[in-house]
């Protein structure tokens, strides 16, 4: 049973590009929820996607955006990055009704030049 | 809103002592606890978890915790510590019943360093 992965594991772009990163949650979750680390700091949760929809969201500005397909896969955009956006991405899966036990992804290290 | 404190940002044993990571939470009602590590370049593991059941948790690899409503504290410890307990340690808690959804609010961490 495969965990929670993530693509790319690496990724290096520049100021005022856009990314896209990607998350495959562990079998069985329906929920995914994005993270960022940045280096020394713990996450800090940016939004959570069920049933394709965002049920709630961090302090982020809206440079940030997801999605949800229906087979529970998600995605995060990124646009206009600034240097600031350079952290580890983490992604994380649950199940809605479940107690809030999140499984956590190797991550997308983003390196904005 | 809920916050999470963890006090020192690095913590240093020797192999085989008393490992004790401390993080108190800031929370309108007893939240659901949790405690996660990551090594190097990974990401997060579940050590343990406190979802208003028994106040002592015991987790994997020997870790353990006990949640105080009291002290508002849920500690992080560990009898004997081994080299390969050297990780960063996040604490992190989440509202219980809370419809929204159920993001977790994460500490700044503990580096555990271990000394042979």
């Known amino acids: 049973d495969a965990g929670v992965t993530q693509s790319p594991t690496h990724l290096i772009k520049t100021r005022g590009q856009q990314v896209t990163l990607r998350c495959s949650p562990k079998s069985g979750h329906d929920t995914v929820s994005w993270y960022q680390q940045a280096l020394g700091q713990g996450p800090q949760f940016i939004f959570q996607?069920?049933?394709?929809?965002?049920?709630q969201r961090g302090n982020f500005p809206d440079r940030f955006s997801g999605h949800q397909f229906p087979n529970y896969s998600s995605e995060l955009n990124v646009n206009a990055l600034l240097l600031g956006d350079s952290a580890l991405y983490l992604c994380?899966?649950?199940?809605?009704?479940?107690?809030?036990?999140?499984?956590f992804g190797p991550g997308t290290r983003l390196t904005v030049t | 809103a809920q916050s999470v404190t963890q006090l020192g940002s690095h913590v240093s044993v020797s192999e085989g002592a008393l490992v004790l990571l401390r993080c108190n939470y800031s929370?309108?009602?007893?939240?659901?606890l949790f405690w996660y590590v990551q090594y190097p370049n990974q990401g997060l593991q579940l050590l343990l978890k406190y979802t208003s059941a028994a106040t002592l948790v015991k987790g994997i690899n020997g870790f353990e915790a006990e949640f105080k409503k009291s002290e508002t504290s849920f500690h992080l410890t560990k009898p004997s510590a081994h080299m390969s307990d050297a990780a960063e340690y996040f604490c992190?808690?989440?509202?219980?019943?809370?419809?929204?959804?159920?993001?977790?609010?994460f500490g700044g961490g503990t580096r555990l360093m271990v000394k042979p």
């Open positions: 992190a808690v989440r509202e219980p019943n809370n419809n929204a959804g159920n993001m977790l609010t």
């Open positions: 996607y069920y049933e394709e929809e965002e049920r």
């Open positions: 929370s309108s009602v007893p939240p659901y």
């Open positions: 994380a899966s649950s199940l809605r009704a479940g107690l809030g036990e999140q499984y």
